[in-house]
Every structure is written in C-alpha cells, then in structure tokens.
C-alpha cells in the first residue's frame, strides 16, 4: 500500500492578520475536527460541509484527508474552508474513510506546515493523517521524546511546530511496530492537557478524546457509515443522527468490522464551562444540554444577580444574543436589536492599512439609531477580556444617542489564561486581572470602558445554568484552578516548538562551526575531536 500527500499553492506563506485591531479582546476558538467512515458515500463532500459548520472554531486553515484502503491523500491550506476547497478538488478526493480540520493556532504558527490534518507515514509505508482540537501542556517533554527517537532534527527546512504533529510523529513511529490501535493506547496515556483527535489510516477512522473531556467529542450515525465531530451541530448538516458523546478517556475504532470502543485512561471529567459561554454554536448540545439553553437561562439569572433600570435590552451579536433574550425574560425589559452585524467581516488576507485599522469595530457593528437614540439601554455580552470592543462600543452607542449604558456579561470576569485550547490574552492583557477586591476591579472596568454600570454572572450562578456538577468542569479562566497540571511556564506556550527547534539550529551551528574550525586548525591531518551536542 502507497501513501501520498499533496500540497496546492498556499494561499499565503505568511501570518494570517486579523481585519481590525479593535476586536482583538475577543478570545480566539481552538479548532474543529470531523471524521466520516462511509463506504459508498461522498466522505469528501461531506467532511467539506462538516468543516463548514464548525468554521466557527476556526478560522486560520483548513484541511481533508481521504483514505480509499490503498492509499492516504490529504488536502490543506491557509484559510476558511470555502476558500481552501473548490468542487475539483472535493471530486477528486475518493474514498470511503476521512478525517478534516478547521484550525487557530494555539500551539505553533499560521504556517502551511501547521495547517492539519498533518500526515506521516510509518516504516510500514502506510499513512496516518490527524487532526487536533485542545492543547497539550507537555509539547515541550514530548518533542524530546520525538527528537530522541530522530524524528525531529530543528528547522533546517521548513516543518511544522505544532504540537498536533508531535502527535503524529509519535504514533506513526510507534505503529512500526505494531496496529495503530495499540499504538494509540501506549501513546495516548503519555499526552497531557486537552485533545480531541479524529486520524485515520487507509481503511479506519478513529477518534479519541483526553481523559478529561476538557473539549466535546460526539459519534453520530449515518445510514450507511459513522460520523464523528467536535459538535452535535456538524452531524445535523450532513444528516447524522446524535448517538451519543465520546467518553474521556476512550479512543474509538470505526471501520467494517463496526465500532469498537477502548479505554486508555481513566476518566475524570473536566469539561470547558466556556465551550456553553462563547465557543460552541448555539444549536449544539453539550453533555446533553442545550448551548442555547444554557445561554439564555445565564442571561436570567443576570437579570436577577446584575438588575438595571432601562428601556431596552440590546445584544452585542451574535454571541450575546440568547444572553440578552434570557435578561429581557428574566428583567421585563424589552428586548430589541441595537447593533447590526457585518456578517462577512472575519480574517482577510489583504494587510489592512492604518486607515482601516482606525475604523475598528464599526467594520463589524453598526448601531441602529432610530432604536437607540434617548434610551437607557442594557448592553449583554458574553465576555471582556481586554476590553477593547467594549470600550469602542460604549463610545459608537452614546454617538447614537443613548442616554445611559448599562453592560452585561454573561460570564464571570477572565482573570486566567487558558492553556487547554483557547488563545486567552497575556495575564498582564486581562482588564479584569490584577485588582485587590471584586469591586475595585468593578469599578475599574466601568471606567475603563466608559460604561454607566457594569455587572458580571458570578461563577455559581453560570455553572448552575449549564446543569453541569462543578466537579465535573474547567473554570480556570473564571477561577484559577487548573484541574490538568502545568509544566513550567517557560515552557508553554504558543511557539513552544519554534524556540525549542530555534534553540536546537543555533546550537548545531555553533557546534558545526567549532568543529569547523578545529578541522581548519589540525591541518592536513584531519585529527580533531568532535563536539556533540546537548
């Protein structure tokens, strides 16, 4: 059996910008991964339309990957999944197993390299194509193992530096040996953090989730194959029906011999309170609940932690919309639309000049005067993190005529960051960060962005909306407690593997040159003793 991977012109090679600086408070999505096992079916197409529905987690590249039982072929580029796919490609990609990718980085720059599935291929000659939704916290103890066994050598050449392909490295390495079943269940037990991986080879698709179920995971059916995807929402678009969610701690194997489940690890879940608060869509469910549910129900109990006097609710869209109907609900205060939304501003590849960076969050938002103008309006988010977007809106909303701003958000202040998947600002970045009380901190942030009062949901009453066992949920963004153990803070991080392999180059210079010179030295007689490196 053959394996093969090709690339296509990038779109670009360099750093994807964000469009406006002004909204670059929000916090970033993780990735999406969805896998399809249907012999007889378009996998390609519909791994296309599965991406498409979670493009929402991820906006920086996408990819397939196809296996037809002989050979692995995989497709990626840099950006969003309509620019990245075309109808002759989709064609061309046959098979009845595959696995695709929308990504942000979290670990690893916006290279062609880091855009996933990443491939490799085993001693056997077989493939294995991956994808990757969280963020491991030992990268830097893994890549030390995959540089031990020679499947890292720095950066002499372009690679990627994602901890996604330490991954893959490790498990195409380990399955020389052995199945890439077995090899999983060694492998998977030494990763650390929050994964969520669908991969295959040329006959089998597989999907494992991290013992803590930090990110969602679900298997859904077809009626001719199975399905997987980091929300229920995908399995609707292509028309899977729900079968239930991938436990922490399983990895599952799906090919004509059926489903077959295997533990790895015990389970102890944690899952991501900020998948209901922001970062999963609203017509998923998560743990059998309702993201929309959820949302609304923290928009009730706002009204009733955070009151205002006003005339009119009013949504930052989209995210704070079902937040903003449950504070009407929960309030009395009617509800209305305020703020439109451009629904086409997102990334770009053209560099935004200093004149457009200047028009900010009026690219994305733009206040409907006629319903604003002489109210006292309450303004519900889903969150402040630098606070940048919300001091730009408070100033275009009194523009407009409002007479008061009352803002609020439906989650708890971000005070952490998040190492499990979602690109959080610096602590130093964090306005909610650093104040000696929780109304310092209040007041500080009011004032910061301009608003007449300022409420939060406390963390009892956001958690009590999900119906979820605080036991059994990461908060640490809201709390600080990290529930997966952290390595040292030198190393983590988003280019951990770029200083790592910078590190590693500069040192193999500095050897190759001193042996170089030593050679130079010895004369004609060659005689010098080598310098190996750390």
Known sequence: ????????????????????????????????????????????????????????????????????????????????????FDEQTLVAMRGHVAVGHCRYSTTGATTWENAQPIFRTTSAGTGIALGHNGNLVNTAELAAKAREAGLLTGRRRKAATSDSDIVGALLAHAAADTSVEQAAMELFPQLKGAFCLTFMDENTLYAARDPHGVRPLCLGRLDRGWVVASET???????????????????????????????????EPKGCVFEYVYLARPDSYISGRSVHGVRVEIGRRLAGECPAEADLVIPVPESGTPAATGYAQGSGIPYGQGLMKNAYVGRTFIQPSQTIRQLGIR???????????????????????????????????????????????????????????????????????????????????RSSIGADSLGYISIEGMTEA???????????????????????????????????????????????????????HAGTSGTYTALTTP
């Open 363 to 445: 690219l994305k938002l733009n206040p409907l005067r006629e319903m604003i103008k002489g109210k006292r309006l309450v303004v519900v988010d889903d969150s402040i993190v630098r606070g940048n977007t919300q001091r730009a809106l408070v100033r275009m909303l009194r523009e407009a005529g409002a007479t008061e701003i009352h803002v609020r958000i439906a989650s708890p202040p971000v005070k952490w960051p998040c190492f499990y998947g979602i690109d959080f600002a610096s602590p130093a970045e964090l306005i909610a960060n650093g104040a000696d009380s929780t109304e310092e901190m209040l007041e500080a942030v």
């Open 233 to 267: 929402s995908a399995l609707d678009i292509v028309g899977a029906s729900f079968v239930r969610e991938i436990e922490p701690g399983e990895l599952l194997a799906i090919d004509a011999d059926g489903v077959r489940s295997m533990k790895f690890a015990t389970p």
């Open 1 to 84: 059996m053959s394996s093969d991977s090709i690339r296509e012109n990038s779109v670009t090679d360099t750093t994807i910008d964000q469009y406006e600086e002004a909204t670059e408070n929000e916090p970033r999505e993780e990735c999406g991964v969805f896998g399809v096992w249907a012999p007889g079916e378009d996998v390609a197409k519909l791994t296309y339309y599965g991406l498409y529905a979670l493009q929402h987690r991820g906006q920086e590249a996408a990819g397939i990957a196809v296996g037809d039982g002989r050979q692995v072929l995989v497709f990626k580029d840099l950006g969003l999944v309509s620019q990245v």
């Open 466 to 520: 999900t119906a979820q066992d605080a036991s059994r949920m990461c908060r640490a963004c809201f709390d600080g407690v990290y529930p997966i153990e952290l390595s040292q803070d030198s190393r983590i991080g988003k280019n951990v593997l770029e200083a790592m392999f910078d590190s590693t180059e500069a040192t193999e210079k500095k050897a190759a040159a001193l042996t170089d010179g030593a050679a130079r």
